[in-house]
């Protein structure tokens, strides 16, 4: 399955929907006769200009910007949607490494909300924070969303900018860079920090000093645990009223989540809530930094331990098991027969 058909596995396109911030690159093209409307920041025309001047960005892929139905932040999607009369009316909400970049990522889930039918799908690819840029960086907490919750961001927080610049980092994979790597097979040891700590510090204090443009960072750094961890606290404090259908594994650098808006409300006893969120933090806990790389804890590696199959790795367990005699027996009739099969030697 590629990555479109994760993202939208759970989307039914029949439907009317809004695909947030696709640029030149639309998981849901309007040209293939869907009935979905683009939200932007910026319009057609100034998305076509800044593509212009990108050198990463093919020319040819210009063309493939569509026309931007609604004008706004994505945080602000509820009252974007509610002022063109169609709150409600929506069967899907699609984004693609948009999510991280919200200052205030509760205040959007509420608007999708606000946007969705009953039993309409919120759709998201979203970097891990292990396996991108973010890499040493500390996850985000419910704490932090909350924080800019309720003082009402509408900027990555000075702080959060901080952040971003003193502990970006870069993947080296044979001496060439990539803002990421593959989570079930690289090595994280090839993530090597940018280091930026006097110059970043120094914007720091001219942030607090005054106020400032808008500029970019990853306000949220997760993975799928820990993201499937705070939505569902918020959901039982309340706050949003989204449920989860499904959190993937990471595939590369980046996972998917699917939401949906409940067609019939339904509320949790704490002692099954607190249950279940306890299995959660012990998922979280055991995710953290480089545990979440490899598929399993055995097939893990140093540059001076490679990785096992899990094969190997059972025989050795087993082996230990054996008497020290015993094993040294084996071993003895193991480089005997090494010798006899090596030519020149008897």
């Known amino acids: ?55 990463n960005i093919p020319p040819e892929r210009i063309s493939e910007i569509e026309e931007v139905d609604i004008v706004a932040d994505a945080s602000s999607i509820g009252e974007a949607i509610t002022r063109i009369g169609r709150a409600g009316q929506f069967g899907y909400i699609v984004s693609s490494h ?29 970097p891990d924070g292990r396996a991108c840029f973010d890499h040493f960086r500390m996850p985000t907490r419910l704490g932090d969303w ?18 971003f610049r003193t502990n970006s980092a870069n993947f080296y994979r044979d001496g060439t860079a990539s803002p990421g790597c593959d989570i079930r097979t ?32 990853h306000c949220t750094v997760t993975f799928g645990a820990a993201l499937e961890n705070m939505i569902a606290d918020l959901r039982f404090l309340g706050l949003i009223d989204l449920e989860v259908i499904e959190i993937t594994e990471t595939v590369g650098l980046e996972f998917f989540v699917h939401l949906r808006k409940p067609i019939v409300a339904s509320v949790l006893e704490d002692s099954v809530f607190y ?18 790389f490899g598929r399993h804890g055995w097939q893990r590696g140093t540059p001076d331990t490679p ?40």
């Open 307 to 346: 990785r096992v199959s899990l094969a190997d790795a059972v025989k050795a367990a087993l082996f230990d098991m054996v008497p020290a005699e015993t094993r040294k027996q084996v071993r003895d009739i193991r480089a005997w027969n090494k010798s006899r099969k090596t030519p020149g030697k008897s």
């Open 98 to 126: 948009n999510f991280e970049h919200l200052p205030d990522p509760i205040r959007f889930l509420q608007g999708c909300s606000v946007a969705l039918a009953p039993g309409g799908v919120v759709s998201m690819a979203v």
């Open 1 to 55: 399955m590629d990555r479109i058909a994760r993202l939208l596995c759970h989307v039914d396109l029949s439907a009317p929907g809004i695909e947030v911030a696709p640029y030149f690159n639309p998981a849901i093209a309007k040209r293939d006769g869907h009935p979905v409307l683009t939200l932007d920041v910026f319009g057609a025309d100034a998305l076509r200009d800044q593509a212009a001047k990108n050198p």
């Open 275 to 292: 249950a279940a969120r306890e299995q959660r933090q012990r998922r979280i806990a055991g995710s953290l930094g480089s545990a979440g």
């Open 146 to 163: 909350l924080s800019a919750h309720h003082r009402q961001l509408d900027q990555p927080a000075p702080e959060t900018i901080f952040d």
């Open 186 to 217: 690289d090595d994280p040891s090839g993530f090597l920090p940018k280091n930026d700590l006097r110059a970043a510090y120094a914007e720091y204090l001219a942030r607090l000093a005054a106020p400032a443009e808008y500029k970019d960072a």
